[in-house]
């Protein structure tokens, strides 16, 4: 027996004790009988945190989210917060998502919690993510918790924790409690619940959440304009219909289409392949919506509410979807615009972005003399940001993953604001007489027409992780010496911290966290980013490419050149 297999072994005995309970026995042993393959799946590793926190098929197992790998958080987490916090009354907020055994799996966590002495303010039913951000500063909370698995397939669930700020955990808060967590038994895990100190909240905080989203994602659009734009939402089956409608309502737009067939929150996403906005399928329903009403803009919202997808109509007056990096970009400039007009940038403001997303948005800032601070993937590092920039003002923040941030009220990607915020930008340009599609091509114009695209690779299991993990190493090992004809003058490698500039044969230390992140930059303005997907069984792989646009009227002409030199990369680099 391999030492592998003699570790699966010894947790799967483990998991046979008397600490399990006889639903966990009896499923173990179906699969013993019937599916060896599923469990050595189920226990060959632990279950880890990844960019957006613990991710993973429901099911038995260390490897799998359940009331035990989920308890065993919860009571490393309520341990580490005694050590932190001695001498105050603990306080954490719960919320869940749609996802089958969300409710149930939030009342395990809420009873551990509670079970510690911690005082414990669960949502009474799903709410949007944005919302569990914005409630653990609002209730004052040490920590929040919600149960989600953002965008990933049905049999997935996940537990993203929240920090005092609102902030999703990071460096070094993270890596103590692992240890905290890695150092438990399950046996420590309590689970009898202290029913007295968990309480429900629901409405109260809603509306605070909701006029604090009207607050921060309203621009002095004027009731005409916001009357006038005609709007097709759809929460893909998810929770973001407890906050949008409303919050768009109370702006004051009265035109607001919902796709019914998606309204009802549905753990088994029955009308699309993904629950995932990035997708165009995804959008599909609400895209023939808009076209039945003639839409101006389409928003669909993944099953946490923190994405967002925006269809708008193009030159030809077709519906067509913006990447994340489009409707940041947009979203980015229209803010950094209301900030110059009420004269409120002083050179002490910035914006957030990733190493991943397009390099056109510190572009864009700087000629508005406003800062672009640029850190690792994830909405955590941007509301890192804001923690150790205080004395700045945070304008706001994206990434090329479809989302974005309004000010710092939600400390993550929040798309209830975001929302707003896209309608706003529609509302303002129709007004004008324009699409955010035009208004898009002239910022190509005005700073550089930047394109990108992004091709993920699934590989699942544990042959797909070793085949990622290989692939890695190779690129790492083996760069490229030019891709697609044009030499690579720059290679940044987030993992060993180096930046190495071919060029002039010189090294530079980078100074961010580490991270699995490779980005080969060539001669003629290219850049391409790979990185295993830490929430996700793929390896992800960013293209961006750019050149000059004179005019509007060339627009057309250089997106089909841009765009075949990202097929040129693709098939060079053997991934098209």
Partial sequence: ????????????????????????????????????????????????????????????????INKYTLGKNTQGLSNYLKEQFPSETLRVAIAFDCRHNSKSLAKVVADVFSANGIKVYLFEDLRPTPELSFAVKHLNCHCGIVLTASHNPPEYNGYKV????????????????ISEINALDYAQIKFDANDDLIEYVGKAVDDVFVDNSVKNGSFNTPKEAKEDLNIVFTSLHGTSITAIPQTLEQAGYTKVHIVEEQREPNGDFPTVQS???????????????AAKVKGDIVIGTDPDCDRLGVVVRNLNNELVILNGNQTMLLMTDFLLKQWKSAKKINGDQFVGTTIVSTPMLPVLTKAYGVDCKIGLTGF????????????????????????????????????????????????????????????????????????????????KGIEGA???????????????????????????????????????????????????????????????ALRPSGTEPKIKFYISVNDKLATAEDFK????????????????????
């Fill in 1 to 64: 027996m391999s030492t592998l297999e003699s570790q699966i072994q010894k947790r799967i005995d483990n998991w046979l004790t008397p600490v399990f309970d006889e639903h966990t026995h009896n499923r173990i042993k179906q699969l013993q009988e019937s599916n060896p393959k599923e469990l050595k799946e189920s226990f060959y590793q632990n279950l880890d945190f990844g960019t957006g926190g613990m991710r993973g098929v429901m099911g038995v197992g260390t490897n799998r």
């Fill in 466 to 528: 070793e085949e990622i993990k290989q692939m890695m190493v190779d690129a790492r090992e083996n760069p490229p010496k030019e891709i697609n004809g044009s030499k690579v003058i720059k290679i940044e490698d987030y993992q060993l911290s180096v930046e190495k500039d071919i060029l002039n044969i010189k090294e530079h230390v980078i100074n961010i966290p580490k991270s699995n992140v490779l980005i080969y930059y060539t001669e003629d303005g290219s850049k391409i």
């Fill in 275 to 289: 629950p995932n906005p990035e997708e165009p399928e995804a959008l599909k329903m609400a895209i023939e919506l």
């Fill in 380 to 459: 955590k590092w941007i509301a890192k940001m804001i923690e150790d920039f205080p004395q700045m003002d945070f304008i706001g923040g994206g990434e090329e993953s479809f989302g974005y941030m309004v000010g710092d009220f939600v400390r993550d990607k929040d798309a209830v604001t975001s929302t707003l915020l896209a309608c706003e930008i529609a509302a303002q340009a129709k007004a004008k007489g324009v699409t955010m599609y035009q208004e898009l091509i002239d910022l190509y114009v005005a700073h550089g027409f930047y394109k990108e695209r992004l091709v993920s690779l699934t590989k």
């Fill in 162 to 177: 929240y920090w005092q700020d609102g902030g999703q955990l990071v460096p070094p808060q993270d890596a103590e409690i």
């Fill in 557 to 576: 002409k250089v997106d089909a050149q841009l765009e075949d030199r990202i097929d040129a990369i693709l098939k060079d680099m053997k991934l098209g």
